[in-house]
């Protein structure tokens, strides 16, 4: 199983970004796709996922209204759009594949990708 992410970058404040994944290896469209962060000196912690059964998106109060995830089976690819970005968003973004429904659970995700770098000036 492999999970490359793409589409980091630096970014002013109240900019936008889209983070792709790209996914190989698995049943993509029966996993639940998922965005972790980790900031600088910070735990990695559950950004966004959308559930592979039924498209559901769930996410961390954080970034509601903000970011959003879409994902398309065919091409076995997951993106994550943030808009109105914040300096406090910068952090590395894994992407990570779960077969479980949903989680916000690092320890139920059995693929990560390597990261990207976020960065968002203020």
């Known amino acids: 199983v492999q999970l490359v992410e793409s589409g980091g970058g630096l970014v002013q404040a109240g900019g936008s970004l889209r983070l792709s994944c790209a996914a190989s290896g698995l049943t993509f469209s029966h996993h639940t796709m998922a965005w ?66 949903f989680s916000a659970t690092e320890g139920s995700y059995v693929a990560w990708g390597q990261g990207t770098q976020v960065t968002v000036s203020s």
């Open 36 to 101: 972790f962060r980790r900031a600088p000196g910070k735990e990695r912690e559950f950004v966004i996922a959308m559930r592979w059964n039924n498209g559901l998106i769930e996410s961390a109060d954080s970034v509601k209204g903000r970011f959003t995830i879409s994902r398309d089976n065919a091409k076995n690819m997951v993106y994550l759009q943030m808009n109105t970005l914040k300096p406090e968003d910068t952090a590395v973004y894994y992407c990570a594949a779960t077969p479980v429904v």
